[in-house]
Every structure is written in C-alpha cells, then in structure tokens.
C-alpha cells in the first residue's frame, strides 16, 4: 500500500522499492479496493520481502532510507543493514483489522490505515510534490 501511495505523491522524483517481512504471492484485496478509491493501482503489484529483494540484487543497505511500518519490519531492516550507512525510520502503523462478516467495518478500517500512511508519506516527502 505505502509503495503505491508514494509513486503517487512523488511519481518519479524519488526512487521507490517495496519489501515486506514476509513473501505472498497477491497484494490483499482490501487493501488493492481502498486504494483504487484514490487512484493508486495495486492489482498487479506483488509483495516481496527483504529476503527475496536481496536474492534479486536489492541489498537493503544500498538504499538512503528505508521505512519500516510494523516492529517486525524494522527488526528485519535492522537486521539486514547491520553493515551500512542507511537511515531507518520507524512509522509504526497498525494494520487494518479484518471484521468477519462486516465488510463495511473491515473498509473502513483499510481506509484508516491508507489514509494514516498517505498523512505520513505527505509530511515526510512535501518538498518533492
């Protein structure tokens, strides 16, 4: 979600690679329905983790700054940038909660998150838009 939100607000400006914790193969639906509602177009984007980014070249050290949104995104960071010069930032943002059977709390609580990163991103970035 940040990742798509960010090439939205900077578009090119600033070089944006996303990686999770963990690998999956598809980007959850809500979260590719909120951002749709503003534009953002995640359906064909796929989730990476810092493992797998590094097994394709992207040594997590090589970047200026990396974000971590969850504690364990930032162990993971730290953990593979133990030997570089990177600056970490930590935006701890809780993840959106799954209602059973109410899809409409469920959205709303994927639009909190969105629009707590999109806040964070745009604060953070505003000199490059």
């Not at 953002?40 to 590094?54: G, P, Y």
């Not at 997590?60 to 010069?85: M, N, P, Q, R, W």
């Not at 899809?103 to 909190?112: G, I, P």
Request: charged share 30%; proline share 1%.
């Amino acid at each position: 979600m940040a990742e798509g939100i960010f090439k939205k607000l900077v578009d090119r400006k600033i070089f944006v690679q996303s990686a999770g914790v963990f690998d999956t193969l598809e980007i959850d639906g809500f979260t590719v329905k909120v951002c749709d509602e503003i534009n953002v177009k995640l359906k064909t984007h796929r989730v990476r983790s810092l493992r797998e980014m590094e097994r394709e070249g992207g040594f997590a050290g090589s970047f200026d700054l990396v974000i971590a949104l969850t504690k364990e995104s930032l162990k993971e960071v730290h953990k593979y940038s133990t030997f570089s010069s990177v600056m970490i930032e930590s935006w701890i943002v809780k993840e959106p909660l799954q209602v059973e059977n109410d899809v409409k709390q469920t959205l709303n609580s994927y639009r909190n998150t969105r629009d707590i990163i999109f806040k964070k991103i745009n604060k953070r970035f505003q000199e490059y838009f």
